[in-house]
């Protein structure tokens, strides 16, 4: 499946959530409604922003538990295309989730995304992308109040009071840019717990919650090296 064309894949997702009650590709797993339920308290009756949506499924999770509103944003059309398919398969009313394409390397449409939002959702995003900061800030100008980020960190460094951020290359189809040609590869980065800390502290940030989900031996890399998978919880104080 993964050899076919984007638009061949998307419509592979699609025929399967409308035809079988019980597609494999139903959204959203236990693992994303866990996260957002154990963080409801910042969900439900709030606006939220999903950074880099893909499928939607985080956006599906917040609105099942009680989201006023979610807006879920992604560079790939054929996301998207998908997102909304789950969304009419799932009964969602239009105003309840907006699909709406945009870059996440985008800083000034990030602000606008999340101002007048609540809680932003950053799930699987930060080990994608060289600008971590510039993206933090960006959200931060909204004074968004709370920000969850799923992420991973390389098990090497993650223990290290030392805040840092460990680069490796990313082939440019894995990334959630949108471009791609298929043989480029550019550098991504992994920070720790102590870089996210600092980072958010001095743009007004306190941690709230840090839960450790799994570690896994990473296949994508030129080197194999262990990942940690963790949610991160930041609350606004300034």
Same mark, same amino acid.
């Given at each position: 499946?993964?050899?076919?064309?984007?638009?061949?894949?998307?419509?592979?997702?699609?025929?399967?959530?409308?035809?079988?009650?019980?597609?494999?590709?139903?959204?959203?797993?236990?693992?994303?409604?866990?996260?957002?339920?154990?963080?409801?308290?910042?969900?439900?009756?709030?606006?939220?922003?999903?950074?880099?949506?893909?499928?939607?499924?985080?956006?599906?999770?917040?609105?099942?538990?009680?989201?006023?509103?979610?807006?879920?944003?992604?560079?790939?059309?054929?996301?998207?295309?998908?997102?909304?398919?789950?969304?009419?398969?799932?009964?969602v009313p239009a105003s309840k989730i907006k699909f709406v394409k945009s870059d996440i390397h985008d800083y000034e449409k990030i602000?606008?995304?999340? *101002?007048?939002?609540?809680?932003?959702?950053?799930?699987?995003?930060?080990?994608?992308?060289?600008?971590?900061?510039?993206?933090?800030?960006?959200?931060?100008?909204?004074?968004i109040a709370n920000i969850i980020i799923e992420t991973c960190e390389s098990k090497e460094i993650m223990d290290t009071e030392e805040?840092?951020?460990?680069?490796?290359?990313?082939? *440019?189809?894995?990334?959630?840019?949108?471009?791609?040609?298929?043989?480029?590869?550019?550098?991504?980065?992994?920070?720790?717990?102590?870089?996210?800390?600092?980072?958010?502290?001095?743009?007004?940030?306190?941690? *709230?919650?840090? *839960?450790?989900?799994?570690?896994?031996?990473?296949?994508?890399?030129?080197?194999?090296?262990?990942?940690?998978?963790?949610?991160?919880?930041?609350?606004?104080?300034?």
């Amino acid at each position: 499946i993964h050899q076919f064309s984007p638009d061949i894949w998307k419509q592979h997702i699609i025929d399967d959530v409308e035809s079988k009650p019980n597609s494999k590709f139903h959204l959203p797993t236990q693992n994303q409604k866990k996260i957002i339920s154990d963080n409801a308290d910042i969900i439900i009756g709030k606006d939220i922003v999903d950074f880099a949506c893909n499928w939607g499924s985080y956006s599906l999770a917040a609105w099942e538990i009680g989201a006023s509103s979610v807006v879920g944003f992604d560079i790939r059309e054929e996301n998207l295309e998908i997102a909304e398919a789950f969304k009419k398969f799932l009964k969602v009313p239009a105003s309840k989730i907006k699909f709406v394409k945009s870059d996440i390397h985008d800083y000034e449409k990030i602000t606008d995304l999340c *101002t007048n939002k609540h809680t932003a959702l950053i799930p699987g995003v930060m080990y994608h992308v060289h600008d971590h900061y510039q993206i933090l800030l960006a959200v931060a100008k909204a004074k968004i109040a709370n920000i969850i980020i799923e992420t991973c960190e390389s098990k090497e460094i993650m223990d290290t009071e030392e805040p840092l951020i460990w680069w490796r290359t990313e082939k *440019t189809f894995e990334l959630i840019s949108g471009w791609s040609d298929g043989y480029s590869t550019i550098p991504v980065g992994y920070p720790n717990f102590s870089w996210f800390k600092l980072i958010t502290k001095q743009l007004g940030y306190e941690l *709230t919650s840090n *839960t450790t989900r799994e570690t896994y031996i990473s296949k994508h890399a030129p080197a194999k090296f262990t990942q940690v998978r963790s949610v991160y919880v930041f609350k606004r104080i300034v």
